[in-house]
């Protein structure tokens, strides 16, 4: 305990004011297998943030070790910038091998790196490059990083020009209907911004959408709005970018979450799960919008052997064991244990997910509830005040959670995709008291 409170003393001292996860969770992590962790103080937590959905196979797998281990060994060089290598040459095969097929046929790939943001500075360069356009299309509520240009498609920063479109919300909807009339209005929205030669967008670089948002607090973006979407910019020539940085890898439900809807994007920003919990970000493209100039995206640090040799192991792992269809079938039982437990709790405004990415919107029911549009649903405001406290609630019972959502009022829930159904169980169940704690 002392040596846990000496670094976290340290830690506060030293570090930016800008530091985030560390201030939620103070421990200190000596170890970890899979869904645990360690801590300096001895305890042990279940980790339902996964390095925020990066470890599809939860900490330290075998099959990743082996991986990483194994390239050590051989002797191979560790830094290649963008040579070509056989660990390279693995990766991109095992990667291409996953994707779907009437995408993956046509594409090509760009190393970036080594985060996801760098990944969508790039997807944005590459739209701009092809079409000779600047303007870029985002929804409200997206995130996508914390480099200029991804900062400006998430609302954070104004010097790149982002038109911001309504995300089809199904809870708290912007129109205040929700369900498939609040995703047409959507659509009608982007349809007419696009028409219209005064005052609207005629003609953009690209749209940039995640199929789920992340930390926009878990909003699936429903089929039907993904297809519009995709006619939309299909009958306008507007590429089509989808941020998988967090939905990819099994996490959904489905390998890409792109397959849900049957949908072909035009670009794929891929990172966090695909390096095995190792930085590695990329993105595939139809080839046709490969008309950039050599070096027009470089960087240093876009071949890390170890990064490829442990997302090849994780990408054939994922495949190999049906982790998506797992991530399916037991994300609609957490699910629905959610909802039950919504019965019991009024501060649950809402419960919602896709595959094993999950979250449970708080709210404070006291206020007299909203009434929300025609569709009469109520909806009681955020309470990020209570969230904060689930989530400390959750840590002293052993259960890490991350935050999310405009109000940071939502409880997400990252697992591993390894997740077994008695972990599950127990994730819900320390939710549960912790909720209960914090009510009170
Ligand atoms: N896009 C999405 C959808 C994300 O969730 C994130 C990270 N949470 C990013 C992009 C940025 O990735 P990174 O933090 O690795 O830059």
């Known amino acids: 305990p002392a040596v846990h409170e000496g670094i976290l003393r340290r830690q506060s001292l030293r570090e930016s004011a800008a530091r985030t996860y560390a201030r939620s969770l103070p421990i200190v992590p000596v170890g970890a297998r899979g869904l645990t962790i360690e801590g300096a103080d001895g305890r042990r937590y279940l980790d339902c943030l996964s390095g925020a959905g990066t470890l599809a196979l939860g900490h330290n797998h075998p099959v990743v070790l082996e991986a990483i281990k194994k390239v050590i060994d051989s002797g191979a060089p560790l830094h290649v910038l963008d040579l070509a290598t056989p660990v390279k040459d693995a990766f991109t095969t095992e990667l291409f091998a996953t994707l779907p097929r009437q995408f993956a046929d046509n594409a090509r790939i760009q ?55 309504p995300f089809p919300l199904q809870y708290r909807c912007p129109f205040g209907i929700g369900g498939e009339r609040g995703a047409d209005i959507s659509a009608r929205w982007t349809e007419s911004l696009l028409d219209d030669p005064k005052g609207g967008v005629p003609a953009p670089a690209g749209m940039i959408l995640e199929p789920v948002q992340g930390e926009g607090g878990v909003n699936p973006a429903p089929d039907g709005w993904m297809r519009r979407m995709r006619e939309i910019t299909a009958s306008r020539s507007i590429p089509l ?14 390998f890409w979450a792109v397959e849900h809807s049957g949908i072909t994007p035009d670009v794929m920003v891929l990172s966090k799960a695909i390096g095995g919990s190792l930085p590695l970000a990329v993105i595939i493209y139809r080839s046709e919008l490969d008309t950039w100039q050599p070096g027009a995206h470089a960087g240093t640090f876009r071949g890390n052997q170890l990064a490829m040799a442990a997302g090849t192991a994780t990408l054939a792992y994922v495949r190999e064991n049906r982790l998506a269809e797992h991530a399916s079938s037991l994300g609609a039982r957490m699910l629905a244990r959610l909802r039950t437990l919504a019965t019991d709790h009024s501060c649950i405004g809402d419960v919602r997910g896709r595959g094993l990415m999950i979250g449970v919107e708080l709210v404070d029911p006291e206020p007299a509830p909203l009434t929300c549009g025609t569709g009469g649903a109520t909806e009681a405001p955020p309470d990020p005040v209570l969230a904060a406290a689930v989530q400390q609630e959750c840590l002293r019972r052993g259960l890490i959670v991350e935050l999310g959502g405009r109000h940071s009022s939502v409880v997400r829930l990252l697992p591993p995709l390894t997740l077994t159904d008695e972990q599950a169980t127990a994730v819900v169940d320390r939710l549960a008291d912790a909720l209960a704690a914090a009510e009170r």
């Open 111 to 165: 190393f970036c790196g080594p985060a996801g943001t760098d990944a969508v500075e790039a997807a944005f360069k590459l739209v701009r490059a092809a079409t000779g356009r600047s303007g870029l299309l985002a929804f409200t509520g997206a995130y996508h990083g914390m480099t200029e240009g991804a900062l400006a498609a998430s609302g954070g920063a104004e010097d790149v020009r982002v038109t911001r479109l």
């Open 241 to 254: 970018i989808a941020d998988e940085v967090q939905t990819g890898v099994g996490r959904t439900g489905a």
